[in-house]
């Protein structure tokens, strides 16, 4: 429980409130003669507990994380994992020489599978995949491997090792295969999942206990204190319940209902006491001093938002330590989403305006609209370059915008209304504009003349409601609405998979970093971890090479063309990098060996090290990347490579590895240069055409005349088809796959084809955002609209 305050600062839990627990599971075990049995039954009921007083104080996303770690740690007590099997299932190692043999297996997946079977386990493993490949094949692609035993003689396997080979092959289903595993280990009560409700919670608050809200938007858990309290006699009208809302100078209300509460055994809601930041010292004091001798019915609720990060987190640990925390999130899914934006509003709404036909059907779609736009934040930067917080009052004053411009207009000002929900009710909140864009082009497709003709989708299979009453659109939507896919927001189901993926990476990343640091083989692994970092340190050093030296590669150079500066600039940025690797690695060197004083920069690069993570220091100078470091260093070594056959002797290269640049748009930026100086056109009427080749990087001999062949380049949410030269739908599982050879040139801006054609923006890493590089148009025969909703954009590094 203590490790969690690493994952969130919110999650603090002091030995005092442990002990309670653990008091309470021990009466509550069931009683035996028998010895083994009762302390079976202790153990189960302690674990049990704690587990669920825990786990009701944590986020959706936490939860999983903290089960993971709680039954790893129970197996390695217990000798039942083997730690090499656990250190690959957290580390999933990569050898990254070889291409995968078989179709079904991406080249990371099949090196995954070759560390694997170097395991004894394991061995043989990948022969086995080859040889056996039909029956691999069906086993990886079916929809869910967790539920599927292994092939052949492997399906013996324990329950870690099937763990294993599935991270390996499908990363994407390792939550799902992670529930598996729990509930086999642990017992199903631990997943099933269910939210304890409001009133067990309340058993086990008293005076001493406070309970603690950790408010998500969207969401008001105070509704249930109210309800439980007025059950038991606790209102506003009996004058033993007391609610202030902090943040406008209440403190002092505050305080004194806190004093009364305590004598007469009232309740007080504390609401929002994050925003009054110095008060709060005061208000630990307070709680402090009334949790003993106080009134025994006197209860004290509180609620605050999570601190956007651990840096602002001003809750102080002893409020946080011995209250009861609970988390209440906002409902997930579609269907979920769309009945709660629905519920904004009633029958009488529906009946309020003049014209029913067009404003139920608009107010409809605008449900629509607001259920996608705040569950496709799930998809991450597929989903929107930021996470915005759109939240109900967006919808309910587009609502009655909607009303007043249908009672003031003889035809529904259609372009006006958009403009007004997209730019100014959402789109107020929006601050990219590729996110502007697709919440501008949601609206388009949603909130349109035809929606009254009856012939709009608003998913495929879902098409727009008739005129019905409240309760019809509700049973509509249960009727109706297909089940949760990507399909429902215009994405393909890749996004899921890409989403999921993620989502377990994360997952394994984060219990790796809460393993004990001297687990396993107690003193043994201390020295096996150093050994770790000395060897990857020695060999980083040998390898980075000497820095490029500018003074001398300058006087090789006659003109400083457009081309030349960018490689100078590029050259000058690697050094930078690989000085500060140099000296930070050495640095360490001498710590290790006990000639210098270990410092927390030190610690933490061996730990960046020993976690394969690229240290802070090197990622600032570096740029954006989302590999480990074992990746991220071959990429590093490349990217040297590429810039010393450059500044070799300076001619072009046949074909431009753009993804090697720290800065691609300065390259992208000298074509346009290059060509305006010799054409003598105005640079700031330039602009860069892209036209896709129908040939590998290998097939180029010599570089173009004008501008540049660049390569490297990969699609996510859809795929290019080389032969019809237009994109097409991505093909399932293969969720980035790689672009041709491109042919960049400048051209005026006013000669620019914009026919048919989608403005896609190239980003440098999967994280999209800030990575934001350049648009290149490409060529496309269905609307492009399709293309904006499918997240399309093209990535420099995957």
């Not at 569950?375 to 929107?384: D, I, L």
Request: with cysteine.
């Amino acid at each position: 429980m203590n490790d969690l305050s690493k994952i969130h600062p919110m999650y603090q839990f002091s030995l005092k409130a442990f002990s309670i627990v653990f008091q309470k599971a021990v009466e509550r075990a069931a009683p035996d003669e028998n010895l083994r049995e009762r302390v079976a039954s202790l153990i189960d009921s302690i674990t049990f507990s704690v587990y669920q007083y825990t786990t009701r104080g944590l986020f959706e996303r936490d939860k999983l994380t903290y089960l993971a770690q709680l039954t790893f740690q129970i197996l390695l007590m217990n000798r039942e994992v083997n730690p090499a099997e656990l250190d690959f299932l957290l580390q999933s190692p990569v050898q990254t020489v070889t291409a995968s043999p078989v179709e079904f297996l991406s080249h990371q997946a099949w090196g995954a599978v070759k560390v694997l079977s170097s395991m004894e386990e394991f061995c043989n493993l990948d022969r086995d995949i080859e040889g056996s490949a039909k029956s691999w094949k069906k086993f990886v692609e079916s929809e869910c491997p967790e539920k599927e035993k292994l092939p052949q003689e492997w399906k013996n396997k324990t329950a870690l090792q099937r763990l294993c080979v599935m991270r390996a092959m499908r990363p994407d289903r390792m939550t799902y295969a992670m529930r598996d595993f729990i509930e086999e280990k642990l017992g199903s009560k631990y997943v099933v999942g269910r939210a304890l409700d409001f009133a067990n919670s309340l058993e086990e608050s008293g005076p001493a206990t406070p309970m603690f809200f950790i408010l998500s938007p969207g969401v008001d858990p105070l509704k249930d204190v109210e309800s439980q309290g007025r059950k038991l006699g606790y209102t506003f009208n009996n004058q033993n319940f007391h609610n202030v809302s902090l943040g406008q100078g209440q403190e002092v209300v505050a305080e004194a209902a806190l004093d009364l509460a305590a004598k007469k055994g009232h309740w007080v809601i504390l609401q929002n006491i994050h925003l009054v930041a110095k008060w709060l010292s005061t208000l630990e004091k307070k709680l402090e001093e009334h949790s003993e001798n106080s009134h025994p019915e006197f209860r004290v609720f509180m609620s605050a938002e999570p601190a956007p990060s651990p840096e602002s987190h001003i809750i102080p640990q002893g409020i946080l330590e011995n209250s009861i925390k609970i988390t209440s999130e906002p409902p997930t899914g579609m269907h979920a989403n769309l009945h709660k934006a629905l519920d904004n509003f009633t029958q009488d709404t529906l009946e309020m305006c003049s014209r029913e036909m067009e404003f139920k059907s608009i107010l409809f779609a605008l449900c629509y609209f607001h259920a996608v736009v705040a569950e496709r934040r799930k998809f991450g930067p597929q989903g929107w370059n930021r996470s915005y917080p759109f939240n109900t009052g967006d919808l309910t004053i587009s609502v009655n915008v909607l009303y007043n411009f249908l009672e003031a207009n003889a035809k529904v000002p259609y372009d006006d209304l958009r403009y007004l929900f997209g730019e100014i009710m959402y789109g107020g909140h929006i601050t990219d504009d590729w996110d502007r864009r697709l919440c501008r082009t949601y609206l388009e497709e949603f909130i349109r003349p035809e929606m009254l003709e009856g012939e709009l989708s608003l998913a495929p299979g879902f098409p727009l409601p008739g005129n019905m009453d409240y309760n019809g659109y509700h049973q509509y939507i249960d009727a109706e609405l297909p089940p949760e896919s990507p399909y429902l927001y215009g994405l393909h189901p890749n996004a899921e998979i890409g989403f999921l993926t993620q989502t377990s990476e994360k997952l394994f990343r984060t219990v790796l970093e809460l393993q004990p640091r001297d687990s396993q083989a107690g003193e043994g692994a201390g020295a096996t971890r150093e050994e770790k970092v000395k060897a990857l340190l020695e060999e980083i050093l040998e390898r980075v090479t000497d820095e490029f030296n500018i003074p001398e590669l300058m006087a090789k150079v006659e003109e400083r063309t457009p081309y030349i500066v960018v490689a100078f600039q590029e050259c000058g940025r690697m050094n930078i990098l690989t000085r500060e690797m140099q000296r930070s690695l050495r640095e360490l060197e001498l710590g290790l060996k006990g000639e210098l004083t270990m410092t927390s920069h030190m610690e933490n690069l061996q730990n960046a090290l020993y976690f394969d993570l690229v240290p802070e220091s090197w990622a600032r100078r570096a740029y954006p990347s989302t590999a480990g470091l074992a990746t991220w260093f071959l990429d590093l070594l490349n990217r040297i490579k590429e810039l010393e056959a450059w500044t070799g002797d300076f001619t072009m290269p046949s074909t431009v590895w753009l993804t090697g640049f720290f800065n691609p748009q300065s390259f992208l930026t000298a074509i346009m240069q290059s060509t305006a100086r010799k054409n003598e056109w105005p640079l700031d009427q330039m602009a860069l055409q892209c036209d896709m080749t129908k040939k590998n990087r290998e097939e180029f001999r010599s570089p173009p005349r004008e501008g540049a062949y660049i390569h490297g380049l990969f699609m996510e949410g859809a795929c290019w088809d080389t032969q019809a030269g237009i994109i097409t739908e991505a093909k399932l599982k293969d969720l980035t796959p790689p672009m041709p050879v491109m042919f960049i040139k400048a051209i005026p801006a006013d000669k620019q084809d914009c026919r048919s054609v989608y403005s896609c923006p190239v980003y440098k890493t999967s994280q999209r955002g800030p990575t934001y590089v350049w648009t290149f148009n490409l060529k496309t025969k269905e609307n492009p609209s399709k293309w904006v909703l499918a997240g399309v954009a093209l990535l420099l590094q995957i």
